[in-house]
């Protein structure tokens, strides 16, 4: 800026008398130069490329060896009838069974996005459908006037969509992993969803506060059988909505051909462990019974031992199944146990 003429007066280095076509050309540029903008983040962008972007983000995982035997694909079958049908699935079972593998394997032969909730006691309803989120800091500073400095902090705020919105709004596939975790209160949401196809998002006022809830929109719902029984058994009329299909541990061949897929471990060897497994499963109290990733982790081990010195068969099956024990006395009942397991399952299949 120039200026010169009649009041050649600065302060701090910059002239402080304008001319009126100074002002003009002042003002005019006033959005471009005069502010000084500092940006957090971009300005919301293409809807279109945002959902690409977010789709993306929440692209699931690959079900990596999934194993697929008479009995996997009866259960597949019925989840997949159900879902068509319009009803969310709920799978219940104990730990280790296969439940979320199930869930996400089905998820995909929908061919839809997936998006993921896992459950626990700190979800809220927000934590399920979104909520305003500060998405711009922009601060505002005018330092044309000298003995003014102006300053503002505008803070903007948005809507974020969590994944149950996000399902709901684009026919997604939900998956809400050990749903039961939840505290019921805050899975209310899903009453509407599942009964009227209506999400409504308290937070929000006017029309944008309800969603019809796309016709691809898909649930399963997953659920441990034993922490079912516990404190937070979800409400009847949730319950009431959806279908459940309770799925148990899987038979000893699908059992064995997981632990193969898995390990890479020989037949012979896999049949053992599983063999083992169950022995243990029958014997051991519901809470502490191993699953197939029990057997899984037994043929890691077994794998990887290539005659690591001092350590056999018996020390990896304890090393798995010890995770959930408490006590020194507890320990020692599950060796003895493990003890019994191995030769019982060597005298059935002679060595
Ligand atoms: N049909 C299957 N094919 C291959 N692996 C499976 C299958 N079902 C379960 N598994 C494996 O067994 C383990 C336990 O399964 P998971 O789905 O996590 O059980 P849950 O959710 O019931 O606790 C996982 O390591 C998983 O990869
Ligand atoms: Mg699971």
């Known amino acids: 800026m120039r200026y010169v003429v009649t009041h050649p007066r600065r302060v701090r280095g910059e002239p402080v008398h304008q001319t009126s076509r100074e002002k003009k050309l002042l003002e005019s540029k006033e959005n471009e130069d005069v502010e000084v903008r500092v940006r957090t983040r971009e300005k919301a962008r293409d ?26 694909k009866e259960i597949e079958t019925r989840m997949e ?3 068509e049908a319009g009803y969310p699935v709920h799978l219940i079972g104990p730990t280790g069974c296969g439940k979320t593998s199930l869930a996400i ?3 995909r032969q929908f061919g839809r996005p997936v998006v993921w909730i896992n459950g626990d006691e700190s979800i809220t309803t927000a ?3 979104g909520g305003y989120a500060q998405i711009e800091n922009e601060s505002v500073r005018d330092k044309y006037i000298h003995n003014v400095f102006k300053s503002k902090d505008v803070i903007k705020v948005e809507w974020v969509d969590n994944p149950l919105t996000l399902a709901c709004k684009y026919g997604y596939t939900l998956i809400y992993n ?11 949401v899903f009453l509407s969803v599942f009964e009227e196809g209506v999400l409504e998002l308290p937070t929000k006022f006017g029309e944008d506060r309800y969603i019809r809830v796309h016709p691809d929109f898909r649930a399963i719902l997953t659920s441990n059988s034993i922490e079912y029984a516990g404190i937070h058994r979800p409400q009847d009329a949730l319950l009431d909505r959806m279908v459940g299909i309770y799925t148990d541990y899987y038979g000893y061949e ?14 012979g060897m896999a049949r053992k462990v599983v063999e083992i497994v169950r022995y243990l499963r029958e014997r051991l109290p519901e809470a502490q019974k191993p699953g197939t990733r029990a057997c899984i982790m037994i043929g890691k081990g077994l794998m990887l031992l290539n005659g690591k010195q001092g350590i056999g068969l018996d020390q990896i099956c304890i090393d798995v199944i010890a995770s959930k024990t408490s006590s020194r006395k507890e320990m020692e009942e599950k060796r003895e146990l493990v003890y019994e397991a191995i030769s019982a399952v060597q005298g059935v299949s002679g060595g």
């Open 127 to 129: 934590d399920l459908i």
């Open 254 to 267: 699908t059992e064995v051909k997981i632990v193969v897929e898995h390990t890479g471990l020989p037949q």
């Open 47 to 72: 809807p279109e490329a945002l959902r690409k972007e977010i789709e993306e983000a929440y692209l699931m995982p690959e079900v990596e060896h999934f194993v697929e035997t008479p009995e996997v």
């Open 81 to 83: 009838l159900w879902l």
């Open 178 to 188: 050990e749903f039961s975790r939840t505290k019921p209160a805050a899975n209310n």
């Open 105 to 107: 394997h089905v998820a």
